[in-house]
């Protein structure tokens, strides 16, 4: 699969001081395509798990998408390594939006290869490893949530997960099985978002005050899903597999205060 990578390598390089470095994590069944961002210098450097969304990593023209790479590239200037994993590419698929019954699933694949990435640059000579964080969007933060469960602590022998955060993630399946995280998870979500309710999320994150890790949730006055994509005017999706009223139908597009917002935040929870 890395051919279907390679053009991403270009576009990175033309457009960041950092170069983006295309990895295979894992082997046989489990062997994935990732996407490596990371600071100058040897380090060592806190590092990031990044989880894609349904719509995957990659867009039509075999480039990492450009939330993405915008992403690691603020994330890399700012000292953390970033290492974005392709859970649909290297198994055969592409977007999954559509797709009801899913072959990879937010609690149980993406779990796995975000446990993958994480043992992966733990081995890195550059990289923190008890500084490894993950963070998702959408069907990927819904993922991240699922990783950080207590229930699912690793056994690997390997310092755990050092915090999360979670851009508009889907609640209402994590929040029915009384949801709780073991490390300090952050959620960001938009009040307007009509794919996936900030009003359930708040609710999960209320029920688990008591029994969980710091978790907290910050909710965007008339954001919509995807507010942190840049340069993206506000539009209508069709044909979904899953929206907030059932239709099919949702709202995506930046807005620029909650992105504003949420890249202060992030950083600011990696390093502290």
């Known amino acids: 699969m890395r051919h279907a990578l390679a053009a991403l390598i270009l576009m990175a390089a033309a457009t960041s001081v950092s170069a983006a470095e295309v990895i295979d994590v894992g082997e046989g069944e489990v062997a994935l395509n990732a996407v490596l ?25 075999g480039q990492i ?54 043992r992966w640059l733990q081995s890195q000579s550059w990289a923190v490893k008890n500084r490894v964080s993950l963070v998702g969007w959408a069907n990927g933060a819904a993922g991240s949530l699922w990783a950080v469960r207590p229930r699912v602590l690793p056994r690997d022998g390997m ?14 399946r994590l929040s029915a099985v009384a949801w709780s995280a073991r490390v300090p998870t952050l959620i960001l979500a938009g009040r307007a978002d009509d794919w996936t309710l900030a009003a359930t999320c708040e609710q999960m994150v209320a029920g688990a005050r008591g029994r969980s890790a710091q978790a907290s949730i910050v909710v965007y006055p008339g954001a919509y899903h995807e507010f942190d994509r840049p340069d993206y005017p506000v539009r209508m999706l069709t044909g979904l597999a899953n929206s907030a009223d059932g239709s099919g139908r949702a709202h995506v597009g930046t807005n620029a205060a909650a992105r504003a917002d949420a890249i202060m935040r992030v950083r600011e929870w990696l390093l502290r």
Request: proline share 6%; aromatic share 10%; glycine share 12%.
């Open 65 to 118: 998408v450009r939330r993405f790479a915008d992403w690691g590239e603020l994330l890399s200037k700012a000292g953390i390594a970033v290492l974005f994993v392709d859970s649909f590419t290297p198994r055969g698929l592409g977007s999954q939006c559509s797709v009801r019954e899913r072959k990879v699933r937010s609690d149980h694949e993406r779990v796995a290869d975000a446990y993958l990435a994480r």
């Open 37 to 61: 961002y990371r600071p100058a210098g040897s380090g060592p450097f806190p590092v990031v798990v990044g989880m894609h969304g349904c719509a995957g990593m990659l867009n039509s023209g």
């Open 159 to 172: 310092p755990d997960f050092r915090s999360a955060v979670a851009f508009y993630p889907g609640c209402r």
